[in-house]
């Protein structure tokens, strides 16, 4: 009997499934073609050359239809589940946070703020205080890199001054009961202090810029308070010195209240240069403060007051809804 009479009934060639049967069905797959080119036969019954899955290539199949649609079903219905989640979760994170803010605003105000934002800033006050020291300077900078000029806020300085007639009073004195007037030449005859240190405005920008004047503690040891006891005034004694300094513009149009820890630090000052040159009338002539240990808002451009004072002052921005210590 040849090979071919002794292979079982309905087998193909080599190769080749019993008939009736797919691969696919049963789950097996099928080792490719040694050769990359078969025969194929055509309608006519020619034969033609096709391509054929290289060998060691993944078999690429088809997915069921049914079975795609059902899991893009699947997916489009977790979908719309999230959405919904998330529309509902955004919309009671909105609720949450339009009813604390109207809780917020709805409170009673201190000082121009409702009560819980004037707490958080007094707590901030209390830590900058605590920070402070008379020992820790601001950076100094070479004059040389003194930055661009930059002119920023004019509230109080609507008209210019005439520097040789412009006089500064001077109240809380412990030797007058009254004012004293003072003139530029009263700061000049102190001694000389010059600095070049970054003026940091609280809009986030900052300028390096080189300063000339007096110590404002050398102002007050020239012109001392009234003490709180009545004796003569010592730095000896800080708790008998009045806690806080006032000062503002001519036209009273913008004040500052600052506490007289920060005056004292050695780097505040009365000054009357900037940049190697007298102070321009957009910059606060003939005399502003300098006090690097602040926010720019607590630098007074044209002082036309000073008064030590047991109470805290009032001050232009606090007014406004801006911590009243604004320290750096």
Same mark, same amino acid.
């Given at each position: 009997?040849?090979?071919?009479?002794?292979?079982?009934?309905?087998?193909?060639?080599?190769?080749?499934?019993?008939?009736?049967? #797919?691969?696919?069905?049963?789950?097996?797959?099928?080792?490719?073609?040694?050769?990359?080119?078969?025969?194929?036969?055509?309608?006519?019954? #020619?034969?033609?050359?096709? %391509?054929?899955?290289?060998?060691?290539?993944?078999?690429?199949?088809?997915?069921?239809?049914?079975?795609?649609?059902? *899991?893009?079903? +699947?997916?489009?219905?977790?979908?719309?589940?999230?959405? $919904?989640?998330?529309?509902?979760?955004?919309?009671?994170?909105? /609720?949450?946070?339009?009813?604390? *803010?109207? !809780?917020?605003?709805? $409170?009673?105000?201190?000082?121009?703020?409702? !009560?819980?934002?004037?707490?958080?800033?007094?707590?901030?006050?209390?830590?900058?205080?605590?920070?402070?020291? #008379? $020992?820790?300077?601001?950076?100094?900078?070479?004059? #040389?890199?003194?930055? @661009?000029?930059?002119?920023?806020?004019?509230?109080?300085?609507?008209?210019?001054?005439?520097?040789?007639? !412009?006089?500064?009073?001077?109240?809380?004195?412990? %030797? =007058?009961? &009254?004012? /004293?007037?003072? &003139?530029?030449?009263?700061?000049? +005859?102190?001694? $000389?202090?010059?600095?070049?240190?970054?003026?940091?405005?609280?809009? &986030? *920008?900052?300028?390096?810029?080189? !300063?000339? &004047?007096?110590?404002?503690k050398d102002f007050m040891k020239a012109y001392p308070p009234a003490t709180l006891s009545g004796a003569d005034f010592s730095f000896d004694r800080p708790l008998d010195i009045p806690p806080y300094? =006032?000062?503002?513009? @001519?036209?009273?149009?913008?004040?500052?209240?600052?506490?007289?820890?920060?005056m004292l630090h050695p780097q505040t000052l009365l000054c009357y240069e900037r940049n190697g040159a007298p102070l321009t009338q957009e910059h606060g002539a003939p005399l502003r403060l300098v006090?690097p240990v602040k926010y720019g808002v607590k630098n007074i451009k044209r002082i036309g007051s000073i008064r030590y004072t047991t109470l805290r002052p009032a001050d232009y921005w606090a007014e406004?809804?801006?911590? *009243?210590?604004?320290?750096?």
């Amino acid at each position: 009997m040849s090979e071919d009479q002794r292979k079982p009934e309905g087998a193909g060639g080599a190769g080749e499934p019993p008939l009736g049967e #797919s691969p696919i069905a049963q789950g097996r797959t099928e080792a490719a073609p040694a050769s990359p080119v078969a025969a194929a036969v055509t309608a006519n019954g #020619s034969t033609v050359e096709a %391509a054929t899955t290289p060998p060691g290539a993944p078999e690429i199949t088809t997915p069921d239809p049914r079975e795609l649609e059902a *899991w893009n079903e +699947q997916v489009r219905r977790r979908m719309a589940q999230r959405s $919904r989640r998330s529309f509902l979760g955004l919309g009671a994170g909105f /609720l949450a946070g339009f009813g604390a *803010w109207r !809780w917020l605003v709805t $409170r009673r105000d201190i000082d121009g703020d409702p !009560w819980p934002f004037r707490q958080v800033l007094q707590v901030n006050e209390q830590l900058a205080r605590d920070y402070f020291s #008379s $020992r820790r300077l601001a950076p100094e900078f070479k004059p #040389s890199q003194v930055s @661009p000029d930059r002119v920023n806020g004019d509230v109080g300085l609507d008209d210019d001054v005439d520097v040789s007639t !412009w006089r500064m009073s001077v109240e809380g004195l412990g %030797a =007058s009961d &009254g004012p /004293l007037m003072l &003139g530029l030449d009263a700061v000049k +005859q102190l001694p $000389r202090v010059e600095m070049t240190t970054e003026f940091k405005c609280i809009e &986030g *920008w900052s300028v390096i810029v080189q !300063w000339a &004047g007096a110590r404002f503690k050398d102002f007050m040891k020239a012109y001392p308070p009234a003490t709180l006891s009545g004796a003569d005034f010592s730095f000896d004694r800080p708790l008998d010195i009045p806690p806080y300094v =006032s000062m503002s513009t @001519p036209d009273s149009g913008y004040y500052v209240g600052l506490e007289m820890e920060s005056m004292l630090h050695p780097q505040t000052l009365l000054c009357y240069e900037r940049n190697g040159a007298p102070l321009t009338q957009e910059h606060g002539a003939p005399l502003r403060l300098v006090i690097p240990v602040k926010y720019g808002v607590k630098n007074i451009k044209r002082i036309g007051s000073i008064r030590y004072t047991t109470l805290r002052p009032a001050d232009y921005w606090a007014e406004r809804g801006y911590d *009243w210590y604004i320290g750096l």
